[in-house]
Nanobody, 115 residues
Framework: VQLQASGGGLVQAGGSLSLSCAAS????????VGWFRQAPGKEREFVTS??????SYADSVKGRFTISRDNAKNTVHLQMNTLKPEDTAVYYC???????????WGQGTQVTVSS
């Protein structure tokens, strides 16, 4: 499966952005899907995931970010609201067949939140 992320950009604090991750090569409707991010000088961190109807969020984004799927388009979305400067990072989408397999990564998309 190949993943193509899009939708990053520059936004002021308090604003919103929506990221998309289009999958090709395999249908990911039953796969685990997730978003991660990596800020400058920091390790990549978990943001959110969705699988089998359950969604998980990092505490830092809970209530502000929402992950969703569009199975008809084989795409995963990340709606980010009330963005903060500390949300600035390269965002990566990832999928895996189940909880025991490795993540497959897409290329990152830059999100910059200005104060």
């Amino acid at each position: 499966v190949q993943l193509q992320a899009s939708g990053g950009g520059l936004v002021q604090a308090g604003g919103s952005l929506s990221l998309s991750c289009a999958a090709s090569g395999r249908t990911i409707s039953t796969w685990v899907v997730g978003w991660f991010r990596q800020a400058p000088g920091k390790e990549r961190e978990f943001v959110t995931s969705s699988w089998s109807g359950r969604k998980s969020y990092a505490d830092s984004v809970k209530g502000r970010f929402t992950i969703s799927r569009d199975n008809a388009k084989n795409t995963v979305h990340l709606q980010m609201n009330t963005l903060k400067p500390e949300d600035t990072a390269v965002y990566y989408c990832a999928v895996r067949y189940n909880l025991r397999t490795e993540w497959i990564w897409g290329q990152g998309t830059q999100v910059t939140v200005s104060s």
